[in-house]
């Protein structure tokens, strides 16, 4: 069996689900990533989530992005009410076109670079 070219852990504080991704994001290994993270999401079912992808190499493309939240939308039954996700810097001028494709699922999610800020946001 081949083995993944990346890593998803998980762990509660309080009632944040953290899930923490590490390794590489190409191609399927992307779409694995995100049935992965939707099915950690379905089984714990939390109010709030924190995603960290500031450890993975390679994002999806703007196309990818939106072929992505729509698939998401039509076929997974939970979303949860908050979602953060912590970002490179480096990253940062995809935040918007991410965060309005997720809304326009009805995915409440926002982008942060820095853990406080995304924290802050989600126990509001």
Not at 20 to 32: K, L, V
Request: glycine share 4%; aromatic share 10%; with cysteine.
């Amino acid at each position: 069996m081949k083995e993944k070219p990346y890593q998803i852990d998980f762990s509660w504080d309080d009632d944040i689900l953290t899930i923490a991704i590490n390794g590489q994001s190409y191609g399927s290994s992307a779409e694995e990533i995100a049935q992965e993270v939707t099915r950690i999401a379905e089984e714990n079912k939390p109010k709030r989530v924190l995603i960290d992808c500031r450890k993975v190499v390679g994002r999806l493309g703007f196309s990818s992005t939106f072929s992505q939240v729509k698939k998401y939308h039509s076929v997974h039954k939970y979303i949860s009410p908050r979602t953060a996700v912590l970002e490179l810097e480096e990253n940062e001028g995809t935040f918007t076109f991410h965060e309005m494709a997720a809304r326009n699922t009805g995915l409440n999610l926002s982008f942060f670079t820095k853990t406080e800020d995304a924290l802050e946001w989600l126990k509001k």
